[in-house]
């Protein structure tokens, strides 16, 4: 069948109007004007696009991954995302250990594409939405457990290069199959190269939570912008980072190696209340998720 719509992206080109042509399920043609053949739907004015990869997102609707798989999903849907990799924030060990094993079941069923650590291995002076106590240095052992816990399907793990333990954890972590992330830091220019040059190859919400740069200290950021084998995560939500930032940033680098990550949490979607983010109470207020009592943004 042939869909028609006010524009079509595609990911290179904006087709105004646009039409998408499935051929037994398979998207078999993009095209601009007129289709082929007169169209069986005509979507009217609304943006066409394929289906959003969220590499960092905690919940939504109402639910966190871990604990309401199902409705942070349909959350996720609903405004366009049809991949999903889950993201943990900091806990003890027994829990993320239960949590990894049950989100494992999700990814293996297909529902996820996978499980993102985000720490417990990260910078007490950066720590964010993350709670505090919840947080030390990478053990081998403790890696291994997690990833063992995972079975496979923990696809990115994200912390703090300058942590005592952390150049072994990302190799480790690189070894097990998944992406090893730095984020949530305090890391200098230099420990953050080096954690590179380890097999660290994502930067976790860029800016956010990290050293600032700064002319003599250039620190995580400039590193991460520097070398080409980084992917950076920005939230472009326009409250996490300032929009000539995200131009900057893109201009720089290349929109290849920009992710674009909601970072939501489950209160995506839902009115302003309070909610939850691990153990973490976070109030939204005017749209806007800050751990309660505080000006930290929480997602």
């Known amino acids: 069948m042939i869909l028609t719509a006010a524009t079509v992206l595609t990911g290179e080109y904006s087709h105004s109007p646009g039409w998408v042509e499935v051929d037994h399920g398979v998207i078999s043609a993009v095209g601009s004007g007129v289709p082929p053949r007169p169209a069986d739907v005509d979507l009217g004015d609304v943006v066409l696009t394929p289906g959003f990869v969220d590499m960092h997102v905690h919940g939504g609707g109402g639910g966190a991954y871990f604990e309401a798989t199902d409705t942070a999903v349909a959350a996720s849907v609903t405004f366009g995302t049809t991949s999903t990799i889950a993201s943990l924030v900091s806990d003890h060990h027994d829990v993320l250990v239960a949590q990894v094993r049950a989100l494992a079941d999700h990814v293996e069923s297909g529902e996820l594409l996978g499980i993102h650590l985000e720490g417990p291995w990260l910078s007490p002076h950066r720590c964010g939405a993350h709670e505090p106590s919840a947080l030390r240095d990478p053990d081998p052992a403790e890696v291994s457990a997690l990833l063992e816990a995972g079975r496979g399907t923990i696809r990115m793990v994200t912390l703090a290069p300058e942590l005592p333990g952390a150049t072994e954890a990302i190799r480790r972590i690189v070894d097990g199959g998944a992406v090893a992330a730095i984020g949530h830091t305090e890391a200098t220019y230099e420990q953050a190269r080096a ?104 997602g």
Request: glycine content about 6%; proline content about 6%.
């Open 195 to 298: 954690a590179i040059d380890a097999g660290a190859t994502v930067a976790t919400h860029l800016f956010n939570a990290m050293r600032p740069v700064h002319h003599r200290e250039p620190g995580p950021v400039v590193a991460a912008l520097e070398d080409p084998r980084v992917t950076v995560e920005l939230v472009t939500d326009g409250v996490h980072l300032h929009p000539a930032l995200h131009r900057l940033v893109t201009a720089d680098v290349g929109p290849d190696r920009v992710a674009l990550v909601t970072d939501a949490m489950a209160a995506a979607g839902m009115q302003d209340g309070s909610y939850r983010l691990g153990s973490l109470a976070v109030d939204v207020v005017d749209q806007v998720a800050r751990v309660a009592r505080t000006d930290t943004i929480a």
